[in-house]
């Protein structure tokens, strides 16, 4: 069965300051991977996604993430954080065989300091 | 615009009532979806459909219902069997349910018992 580990449950870091969010993956089979963010009280919003090809995927708001599949990670990166990218972060994952259901991670808080 | 709306933004349940939560969209979607979020589990998948008239149990379906009338709507009751359905409840869809296909949140649900 697939699952998926956000390695950090929170993420401080100073405004302008390069952030990376953890995620990696456990599959018998290939996947799809995704990044969702949440700001407050309001539904999750997809950053970018891994389907196929390059294993750089760039994202909305300058996050890019990679897809290393000999570690079965998907981290996500941004070089320089705003204010406004305070949010919780989502990592999920999908099988290419079925029509399946998206495995969701516990969830990634980044929290940015002024 | 298209997207997804889930109404009440906020609801109080009494105990031994039966609440139930809409959710509309107007993207033309094949598939819903509805999760659970609770703080630091991320979401879990209580029930989704495929098709009109079809739906199938996700991870925690007990002590819920839904039904699935008409492609647009995808409502979900909460049964006084559900002894602990304090919690943020997110509406998804997708154009089907291959993997591949990211999900489209609504803002969410947030239930309270009184």
């Known amino acids: 069965a697939q699952s998926v580990t956000q390695l950090d449950s929170q993420v401080p870091v100073f405004e302008e300051a390069p952030v990376e969010l953890r995620c990696n993956y456990s599959s018998s089979v290939s996947v799809y991977l995704f990044w969702y963010v949440q700001y407050p009280n309001q539904g999750l919003q997809l950053l970018l996604k891994?389907?196929?090809?390059?294993?750089l995927v760039k994202g909305i708001n300058g996050f890019e993430a990679e897809f290393n599949k000999s570690q079965t990670s998907f981290h996500l990166r941004k070089p320089s954080v705003h204010i406004s990218d305070t949010a919780e972060y989502f990592c999920a994952v999908t099988e290419y065989s079925s029509a399946s259901k998206i495995i969701f991670g516990s969830g990634t808080r980044l929290s940015i300091r002024p | 615009d298209g997207g997804i709306t889930q109404s009440p933004k906020y609801l109080f349940r009494k105990e031994g009532q039966n609440v139930t939560l809409s959710c509309e969209q107007n993207l033309n979607h094949d598939a819903m979806y509805w999760y659970r979020q609770d703080p630091g589990q991320g979401l879990r998948l209580i029930y989704y459909?495929?098709?009109?008239?079809?739906?199938q149990k996700g991870d925690i379906a007990e002590g819920y219902s839904v039904s699935r009338e008409k492609k647009e709507s995808f409502p979900l009751t909460v049964t006084s069997a559900q002894k602990n359905p304090t919690a943020f409840y997110l509406c998804?869809?997708?154009?089907?349910?291959?993997?591949?296909?990211?999900?489209?949140f609504g803002d969410g649900t947030r239930l309270s018992i009184l």
């Open positions: 998804a869809s997708s154009i089907d349910l291959f993997g591949g296909q990211p999900q489209h």
């Open positions: 459909s495929q098709i009109v008239n079809d739906f």
């Open positions: 891994y389907l196929s090809g390059s294993t």
